[in-house]
């Protein structure tokens, strides 16, 4: 041990911590910016993610497996659950039809070709996660090729997951909402209640150990009650309309007594998650 | 012509472990990050640290590999350069340092992984916490994180011990 305290090795260490430090604070500042990652890290992922594809897949597919035999367990009682819902769902289908028809005949009349609310929607799958507590990240298989680009929402079948933070050629890092950093920049999202009325306002945190989403600052008058719908408000950015992202758990005031905060339940499970969807504007 | 074997089978596997960690993660999100306790697999530095004291030769180069899956740890998963590239690297040169004053059996290795794991954990977290890439408190870290993590990764340790040993003492 005495040897490492030799002014050599000593100098060096600094040095690599130096260079170790300079390179993280590099790629924080770098990370914000829309420009993609530099092409050299981009090929290097790409590669990373090419060698991944073939691990991940039996991994996955063991994922499949155990999921499909506790699916077979519960699908009496499923069935049965479904079986009411279905009869529902094919009046509303055909409503939901005839309503999108007459939304673009009108659309096309108005000439308005890009709503808040069009996007296509592409799908992934999960490759990893990342194996660290301090960042809630997944790898998905489509990268800039298939057209995704930077902040583009992502969702599971069920719902609102989070952003693309980083595209490569053939895959892209995906931040959940889960994710607390400070420098996450959040979602618009709004609150409809049971009269029609909207409040809108941003996603400003995520609650661990109760599993929801933190709406704050809402200063409206507006009726909130538990079990309203939230939904992207398709304002300010790449975010579409009409996302869904969960149902009010309840409303508190904040901290300070002045505004209040809603608390949603997230329509996704954050921890389970195969396949995701890219919504691409 | 067995070092070459080594050789080959040293940087699958580190690679194997390195994405197998991401994987099994995904896979088993819902068991390790369980609020408000999340435990990180660190398979990689299992095989390195399994690399360090099983290859009595001393003729792999650990410590290059390691930079390399460390940099691509943090590529790959994190996109914040500089932070497994290092740690991994430190952690084969001390261990290398205390290596000859050990009397080494499945204990003190043991005991050798729970302090590189502590490290490894220990580094990344005041790196990330400098870099303000997240908040959290010290307590917090120590209790919810490094504790889980060991837990986790002790088993793993006992369970591939023998096996990999196995391994070393067939091939070299």
């Known amino acids: 041990m005495q040897k490492f305290f030799f002014n050599r090795k000593l100098v060096i260490v600094i040095i690599v911590l130096i260079i170790s430090f300079g390179l993280m604070s590099v790629s924080v500042a770098v990370r914000n910016k829309k420009s993609t990652p530099p092409l050299l890290q981009q090929f290097g992922n790409d590669v990373a993610g090419a060698v991944d594809r073939v691990i991940a897949w039996p991994v996955n597919g063991l994922q499949g497996a155990s999921n499909s035999v506790s699916d077979l367990l519960n699908t009496y009682q499923e069935n049965q659950k ?45 490759l990893t996660r990342t194996p660290s507590s301090w960042m809630n990240q997944l790898v998905i298989s489509k990268g800039a090729t298939a057209g995704i680009k930077k902040n ?15 595209v490569n050629q053939t895959n892209s890092k995906v931040e959940l909402i889960s994710s607390t950093s400070s420098s996450a920049d959040k979602f618009a999202i709004q609150v409809t209640n049971k009269a029609g009325s909207t409040v809108n306002g941003i996603v400003t945190g995520y609650d661990k150990s109760t599993n929801l989403i933190e709406m704050g600052s809402v200063t409206s008058k507006t009726k909130i009650k ?24 309840k409303v508190k005031q904040d901290d300070y007594g002045l505004a209040s905060e809603i608390e949603i339940t997230p329509a996704a499970n954050l921890t389970d998650l195969t396949v995701v969807t890219v919504a691409v504007q | 012509m067995r070092v070459s074997r080594l050789r080959i089978i040293f940087p699958v596997g580190l690679f194997l472990a390195l994405f197998l960690d ?15 306790y999340s435990s990180v697999l660190h398979l990689v530095l299992l095989w ?20 390399f899956a460390g940099l691509v740890f943090d590529w790959y998963y994190t996109g914040i350069l500089g932070v497994y590239m290092v740690a991994l690297p430190l952690v084969v040169y001390l261990s290398r340092q205390v290596k000859p004053w050990l009397d080494l059996n499945f204990l003190t290795m043991l005991m050798v992984y729970i302090i590189n794991l502590t490290i490894v954990e220990a580094f990344v977290y005041i790196w990330y916490l400098i870099g303000k890439v997240m908040t959290s408190n010290l307590a917090d870290f120590a209790v919810y994180t490094l504790g889980p993590t060991i837990a986790v990764n002790l088993a793993l340790f006992v369970i591939l011990y023998y096996p990999v040993r196995q391994l070393y003492l067939k091939v070299s």
Not at chain 1, 231 to 248: D, N
Not at chain 2, 54 to 61: E, G, H, P, Y
């Open chain 1, 226 to 249: 538990k079990g309203d719908k939230v939904v992207t408000s398709g304002l300010g950015g790449v975010t579409p309309k009409g996302l869904y992202v969960g149902t009010v758990a």
């Open chain 2, 48 to 67: 390195i640290i399994f690399a360090v004291f099983l290859d009595d030769r001393n003729d792999l180069s650990i410590g290059i590999w390691s930079a």
């Open chain 1, 82 to 126: 479904l079986k009411k819902q279905v009869d529902q769902l094919a009046q509303a289908k055909v409503n939901a039809q005839t309503a999108t028809a007459e939304n673009k005949q009108l659309r096309k009349e108005l000439k308005l070709n890009n709503s808040l609310t069009a996007y296509t929607a592409v799908t992934a799958n999960v």
């Open chain 1, 152 to 166: 583009m929402p992502v969702m599971s079948q069920s719902g609102l997951i989070g952003r693309v933070v980083e």
């Open chain 2, 22 to 36: 991401g994987s099994l993660s995904n896979v088993f999100a819902a068991h390790l990050f369980k609020y408000p």
